[in-house]
């Protein structure tokens, strides 16, 4: 089991940075692929970043189109936390952004992962 904690969120200024951080606990974590998630009033929950697990201490990142060159995600194992910095802020990151792991690469691409935190708000004011 792991247990998914987000942090970070707040309200910003369009053009504004904000760090988001998903502690995790439960068991050791290096192993897990992560990503991180975001659902916008009305709008279905949708794909932000990943950093996927590709064996031994080596990871690669991945980004949805709409925060590449925006959007940083990162993780210090030893912290047991993965990062998302937020660069650059528009109205429409306003969301819920959920960190979510599993130890399958697919679960995360396919947005289906088994573990997931509770959420944290991101408000972009413009």
């Known amino acids: 089991q792991v247990q998914l904690v987000e942090s970070g969120g707040g309200l910003v200024q369009a053009g504004g940075s904000l760090r988001l951080s998903c502690a995790a606990s439960?068991?050791?974590?290096?192993?897990?692929?992560v990503g991180w998630f975001r659902q916008a009033p009305g709008k279905e929950r949708e794909y932000v970043a990943a950093?996927?697990?590709?064996?031994?201490?080596?990871?690669?990142?991945d980004y949805a189109d709409s925060v590449k060159g925006r959007f940083t995600i990162s993780r210090d194992n030893a912290k047991n936390t993965v990062y998302l910095q937020l660069r650059n802020l528009k109205s429409e990151d306003t969301a819920v952004y959920y960190c979510?792991?599993?130890?399958?690469?697919?679960?995360?691409?396919?947005?289906?992962?088994?573990?997931w935190g509770q959420g944290t708000q991101v408000t972009v004011s413009s």
């Open positions: 439960g068991r050791t974590f290096s192993d897990y692929h």
């Open positions: 979510a792991a599993d130890s399958s690469v697919n679960s995360i691409r396919t947005m289906t992962p088994a573990y």
């Open positions: 950093i996927n697990w590709s064996g031994g201490s080596t990871y690669y990142t």
